[in-house]
């Protein structure tokens, strides 16, 4: 009786470490949020283009996804001058052409205006839903604290478990 007391006992102390560590490791890689900045849907007419803005104010990276009703679209994005020099004329972004994307940037500046830009060269008037996210990366401090605390707990029941294992084998022997 005693023997499978401690049997069950190592085993449950193996399993509060596994799930103490397991959640600890898991926790030391950084959640990821995403904060919606832009949610519109919009017409483009044949042979024209529509553009959305959004004004950057924190450094970060920003995920973008689109899709268009029917058919493909050529899209592109810009930032800062480079939209003013591409209605100049003075430079040609590249253009990508499909019926949704999802693309992301990096921006180590603030403060300026980020510019998605879609060209139907179409005919028919299409239709496309534009959403763009701050992308957050946070620490996951309740796995942390609760991952560390079960470690603590199974090397705590392990030394209990073995002082008590310890004093079953002088009172037998």
Known sequence: ???KS??????????????GTFLFLNSTVPLERKDETL???FSVAG?????????IDSLGKYAASFAV???TIKSTLMVGLEFTLWLEGKVQPQWIESNQAD????????????????????????????????VCEETNYVGLLGGGALIL?????????AHVQKNLWKIRG
């Open 1 to 3: 009786m005693v023997r």
């Open 39 to 41: 949610n519109d849907t």
């Open 47 to 55: 042979h024209t283009y529509e553009n959305r803005t959004l004004w």
């Open 103 to 134: 693309y992301g940037r990096d921006m180590a500046y603030k403060d300026v205006t980020m510019y998605f830009v879609f060209w139907n060269n179409g005919n028919v008037t299409k239709q496309v839903h534009l959403q763009v996210s701050k």
């Open 69 to 71: 009703s029917e058919g």
């Open 6 to 19: 401690v049997i069950i006992g190592g085993i449950v102390v193996i399993a509060v470490l596994g799930l």
């Open 153 to 161: 707990t199974g090397i705590t029941m392990g030394v209990i478990l």
